[in-house]
Structures are given as structure tokens and as C-alpha cells.
């Protein structure tokens, strides 16, 4: 997509039944630096939408002869960042709000000067590139957030894609990898983010419960029910809804669910007739579906309806250069949380961090990090506030980064972080090091001599062999 902030003519296209007021509005608009495009009925809206990116779209109410919210949707769909300014005769001013919420940015009457629509182009086009520049920042967020291995470099390019679709996504991967927050994302990437995301997590609720947690239910459709109550596709409408641990469902419910996939329609516990609601589903399961399917636990017609994109996220020990990222999105976090004020984390403690295996993922960095705020004495984190899975073992790993081909250490580098991991555990133990490793405390110190380890396991002076 093109930058309007680089570009010094904004792409502009007027659809209009009225050639004259068409005429005489691009000519102002062209005398104001921008590129105009007409068209004079609905037939040239779809055709130009669909073939180049224009950054506003100024539309006449009555150039689809009563269908003009057909079109809003369309543009909406085919090119949500296409800002839409509505014109009408005062007598459609209605059909100008319902415009506005159907996703159009502005709506002005037919009488206004045209000066007064390049006025509201300008702020149209000013509008997008905030929205670009708020997508921008949230994108490079997220890809130091998920790390910059070949794996999720692949994520990042498939959520890049699927963000501004409303296609179904499947997201899988170990329990604490991140998939809420990747589904959050891409709900934010997407021209739903102004509405609800939802989330349910269908593993945490038996299936009568569950049911009328999505769909609702009407009063006296069961013991308990005392009103009528919304269900969360319903609070979803027109945003976007999140389904973890779907391989946990039902029968009854991946029923449920595959009707409103197919096409938009549920009912409510206990109800005979059908609502519409338009949400985005996407999905999550650290199950093996395929098998799921295999065994007929899973329907394969609602696997094949959820499946149409498919985003494998990685554990966190294979993708350890996003720790810093994460690391420090959890500190600040949890000094707001707990009214602290922590300002780093040591080099030992950290060391330590860089050495674990993480087999709850991201989930369990981020209780490692809100236990260390909570124990930490002043305003860094060291290794003694750190739980004792990761001070005394547990999960450990080899210190060593992602073994992609680019990344292979050298014998002398592994040699190096295996040390400073192990003084890192040890609390510094020189003797207790040596003994670990197998090796006599003198051959430990000329190791630490030659890599600039200090007694501590990081960078320094290194302690006299005594």
C-alpha cells in the first residue's frame, strides 16, 4: 500500500450520478494537489475499487439507486483503509448517518462549497495516516515481540496478509505460546479493530454452559435462567470473536459454530428463531486436530471452515531473541501492577533467564518476571529474586541461541555461554563449576581468563585463580 505521507498526491475517487457537481468537485480537488478519478454509477465504484488503492472515496447517496449501503460495505471489505465521505440531498440525511455507521468517515450535503469537501478530504487523508502510522508501530511491536527466527518471520508475513481479511484462522501451537495475544493482534490489524474482541476459553466450560455462553439464551430455556441474555457472538457483532481450546468443544456446539460460520446464523438456548450477527471467528488449539478428526471427535466440515488459515506458532525456546522484548513488556507491567519501580535486570539474573527452557512459553516468562518485581529489594532484578526453577535447575538448556544455519556457534562460544550458565546457577561457585563440569579449577579460571568471564558468569575483571 502506498505511503500518503511520502506521496504528494493523494489518490482521490469521485462517484457521482451528477456529472456537472462531479465535475466541478474535481476540479477543486485537482487544484489542491491531488489525483481524481469519476465514475458515474456503481457498476465504475466496484470496478475502480477493485483494480487501484485510493485513499478517500467521495460518494453520491444516489448513485446506486437505493443500494448505498451495498457499496460502503463493499469498499469497506475490498479496501478498508479507503476513507468514504458520503454527499446527499438534505431530504437522505438519514441514509448519510446509516452511512457513518456502516464505516463511512464523513458525510456533507450536496450544497456545501467544494472547498468545504477539500477540507474534509484533507482530514480524511490525515485520519489514515495515523491509522498507518498506529498499524506500523503495533506491527514492529509485535515482530520483536515474536521473534525474528525463519518460523516467525513466516508468522509475521501470514498475519501481515490475513490482518485485513475476514477470513477464519486457525492458530496452533503448545499451551502458553501466545495465541490470545497473536488473535488480539491481528483483530487489531484488522478494519474490525474499532469494534469488540472477544474471548472464551471453550476448554473451561461444560457444554450446556458453553452454548449459552456463545449464543445466549431466553428466559426459562433452562434452571437459572431468568432473563433473556446476549451470547459473545452476539457482543462480537461486527468485531471479531476468539475461540481458545476449540478442539475441547462438543458435538452440540461445533454444530453451532459451523452454522454461523457457513452463514451467519445461530439461535439462542432455548429460541426458534434465527439471528444474523457478523463476527470474525478465529480459533486455537494445542490438540491435533487432523487426529480429532480421524477418530470423530472433531467434525471435519467445521476443521476445513476453521482451517483456511493456518498460523503455527513456535514455542519460546525456539525464538529466545524476542526474551528482551518480552522481558521488558512484563516489567513494565507488573511495576504498574504492584506500584514498583524496577529498572533492570542484572547480567547474572539475566544469564539465568537466557539459560532456561521455558516450558510453560511466554505464559511462564511472564509469572518468572512478576514474581522477580515482587521480590526484588531494589531497582534490579537479580538472580536471588528469581524463582527456584530457574536459580537451581528445572528446564534447563544449553544457553545457546536458535540453531538455524546462520546462527551455529562456534565451539569456542558454546564452551563460553555453557560457563557463564553454570556460574549463573551456581551463584558463582568457581569450585562447584569445576566439579559440575568435570574439569580442575584451575583449567576453569584460564577458561574464564581467556573469555572475559568474571566470578560472577558475565562480562568483567576476572577473580584471581585464588
Not at 457521482?16 to 481524481?36: H, K, M, P, Q, R
Not at 487426529?291 to 514455542?315: G, M, S
Not at 547474572?348 to 532456561?356: D, N, T
Request: glycine share 6%.
Amino acid at each position: 500500500m502506498r505511503n500518503v505521507e511520502a506521496d504528494s498526491k493523494p489518490r482521490i475517487l469521485i462517484a457521482s450520478s451528477d456529472s456537472v457537481y462531479a465535475s466541478t468537485l474535481a476540479n477543486f480537488i485537482e487544484s489542491d494537489g491531488c489525483e481524481v478519478e469519476r465514475c458515474h454509477d456503481s457498476k465504475g465504484v466496484y470496478r475502480l475499487i477493485g483494480r487501484k488503492i485510493f485513499e478517500v472515496l467521495v460518494l453520491d447517496l444516489e448513485v446506486n439507486e437505493g443500494a448505498d449501503m451495498e457499496i460502503v460495505s463493499f469498499v469497506r471489505r475490498q479496501s478498508p483503509r479507503t476513507q468514504i465521505i458520503l454527499t446527499f440531498e438534505m431530504a437522505d440525511v438519514e441514509k448519510a448517518i446509516e452511512g457513518i455507521r456502516n464505516g463511512a468517515f464523513f458525510y456533507v450535503p450536496k450544497s456545501s462549497q467544494p472547498s468545504d469537501v477539500v477540507l474534509i478530504i484533507h482530514k480524511a487523508v490525515k485520519s489514515l495516516v495515523s491509522e498507518r502510522t498506529v498499524d506500523a508501530y503495533e506491527q514492529h511491536l509485535f515482530q520483536e515481540s515474536f521473534g525474528d527466527t525463519p518460523a516467525m518471520r513466516r508468522v509475521v508475513e501470514l498475519v501481515t496478509k490475513v490482518s485485513p481479511t475476514d477470513s477464519t484462522v486457525l492458530l496452533l501451537g503448545e499451551s502458553g505460546t501466545g495465541k490470545e495475544v497473536l488473535a488480539n493482534m491481528i483483530h487489531r490489524l484488522s478494519p474490525r479493530r474499532d469494534n469488540a474482541f472477544v474471548a472464551i476459553n471453550c476448554a473451561a466450560l461444560p457444554e450446556h454452559l458453553l452454548e449459552s455462553e456463545l449464543f445466549g439464551h431466553v428466559k426459562g430455556a433452562f434452571t437459572g435462567a431468568v432473563a433473556d441474555k446476549r451470547g459473545l457472538f452476539e457482543e462480537a457483532d461486527g468485531g471479531t470473536i476468539f475461540l481458545d481450546e476449540v478442539g475441547d468443544t462438543a458435538p452440540a456446539v461445533q454444530a453451532k459454530l459451523l452454522r454461523v460460520l457457513q452463514n451467519g446464523e445461530f439461535r439462542r438456548v432455548g429460541e426458534s428463531e434465527n439471528r444474523r450477527v457478523d463476527a470474525r471467528v478465529l480459533a486455537a488449539t494445542n490438540l491435533n486436530l487432523v487426529e480429532a478428526v480421524a477418530e470423530k471427535t472433531f467434525r471435519e466440515d467445521l476443521y476445513f471452515r476453521l482451517n483456511v488459515i493456518q498460523i503455527l506458532i513456535p514455542p519460546l525456546r525456539e525464538r529466545l531473541d524476542a526474551l528482551p522484548v518480552l522481558a521488558e513488556q512484563f516489567l513494565l507491567r507488573f511495576n504498574q501492577k504492584f506500584s514498583r519501580d524496577i529498572l533492570h535486570i542484572d547480567e547474572h539474573a539475566w544469564a539465568l533467564l537466557q539459560g532456561y527452557a521455558y516450558p510453560g512459553n511466554v505464559r511462564e516468562l511472564e509469572s518468572i518476571i512478576a514474581h522477580a518485581v515482587i521480590m526484588a529489594e531494589g531497582d534490579t532484578i537479580q538472580a536471588v529474586d528469581l524463582p527456584d526453577q530457574i536459580r537451581f535447575g528445572g528446564s534447563a538448556r544449553l544457553a545457546l541461541p536458535n540453531l538455524s544455519p546462520d546462527s551455529i556457534p562456534t565451539l569456542q562460544e558454546a564452551e563460553k555461554r555453557l560457563i557463564e550458565m553454570a556460574l549463573g546457577r551456581l551463584e558463582g561457585n568457581q569450585t562447584e563449576v569445576a566439579k559440575k563440569m568435570g574439569i580442575s579449577r584451575s583449567t576453569l579460571w584460564r577458561k574464564m581468563k581467556e573469555y572475559g568471564i568474571a566470578r560472577s558468569g558475565v562480562g568483567g575483571t576476572v577473580d584471581s585463580e585464588d
